[in-house]
């Protein structure tokens, strides 16, 4: 029977609005596992003279391995994906350029505090080595102001949580808008964590984006 509090709505619904989104692609293995046994083989060769990372330690190379033969391959699927997710926005300046990547390693118990990529318009992860207990990252609710209130959850759902955890493996390829904060939790596996970072920017930003839009 239907009860006389319902009959004053004809119709409800949701509606989802200023979504923050998350590109994930997942590189086909037969792809993926070449060029990452050239990306550990180049990260050896430039920790050559370096200690081995003690416990909780991490280690970033310069920020110009897209300038790299060796990262040329990796280059192309950024610019690829950078691309794809401009046609998906329906951006008009479709011409992006790397402006920075470089390489993570986290040893045993390293992590990676909140924090965000000023100065970009999307940046990114590229998954080398991954493994259980190091294969997550944790992506931060960017409206600041829903935590003025917090009332208790009977049960955490993408609607109410304040962190989206996702998880990788290796030949994962991340790309998200560079305000987005995110975090890496502590590396609970005994072998090494290694990634790739990157940001994307517009390269006609003078051109096509300091223009006001009134």
């Given at each position: 029977?239907?009860?006389?509090?319902?009959?004053?709505?004809?119709?409800?619904?949701?509606?989802?609005?200023?979504?923050?989104?998350?590109?994930?692609?997942?590189?086909?293995?037969?792809?993926?596992?070449?060029?990452?046994?050239?990306?550990?083989?180049?990260?050896?060769?430039?920790?050559?003279?370096?200690?081995?990372?003690?416990?909780?330690?991490?280690?970033q190379s310069d920020q110009a391995l897209h300038e790299s033969k060796q990262f040329r391959?990796?280059?192309?699927?950024?610019?690829?994906?950078?691309?794809?997710?401009?046609?998906?926005?329906?951006?008009?300046?479709?011409?992006?350029?790397?402006?920075?990547?470089?390489?993570?390693?986290?040893?045993?118990?390293?992590?990676?505090?909140?924090?965000?990529?000023?100065?970009?318009?999307?940046?990114?992860?590229?998954y080398v080595k991954t493994g259980s207990g190091a294969d997550t990252i944790n992506f931060?609710?960017?409206?600041?102001?829903?935590?003025?209130?917090?009332?208790?959850?009977?049960?955490?759902?993408?609607?109410?949580?304040?962190?989206?955890?996702?998880?990788?493996?290796?030949?994962?390829?991340?790309?998200?808008?560079?305000?987005?904060?995110?975090?890496?939790?502590?590396?609970?596996?005994?072998?090494?964590?290694?990634?790739?970072?990157?940001?994307?920017?517009?390269?006609?930003?003078?051109?096509?984006?300091?223009?006001?839009?009134?």
């Amino acid at each position: 029977m239907e009860s006389k509090m319902d009959t004053w709505i004809e119709s409800s619904d949701v509606l989802p609005m200023f979504p923050t989104f998350v590109w994930k692609t997942q590189v086909a293995r037969v792809f993926h596992e070449p060029l990452n046994t050239t990306i550990l083989q180049v990260l050896q060769a430039r920790r050559s003279d370096l200690r081995p990372l003690a416990p909780g330690e991490t280690w970033q190379s310069d920020q110009a391995l897209h300038e790299s033969k060796q990262f040329r391959e990796l280059t192309r699927w950024i610019n690829a994906a950078a691309t794809s997710v401009l046609k998906f926005l329906q951006i008009g300046c479709d011409a992006v350029e790397i402006t920075a990547c470089w390489a993570n390693i986290y040893a045993r118990g390293a992590s990676h505090r909140i924090h965000n990529h000023p100065n970009n318009f999307l940046s990114g992860v590229y998954y080398v080595k991954t493994g259980s207990g190091a294969d997550t990252i944790n992506f931060h609710d960017p409206r600041n102001q829903t935590g003025v209130i917090r009332p208790p959850v009977t049960r955490l759902t993408a609607e109410n949580a304040d962190q989206v955890v996702v998880t990788v493996q290796n030949g994962a390829l991340l790309l998200f808008p560079s305000y987005l904060q995110h975090s890496v939790d502590p590396n609970q596996s005994d072998a090494e964590r290694v990634s790739v970072s990157f940001n994307v920017m517009f390269s006609e930003f003078t051109e096509c984006l300091s223009k006001p839009l009134w």
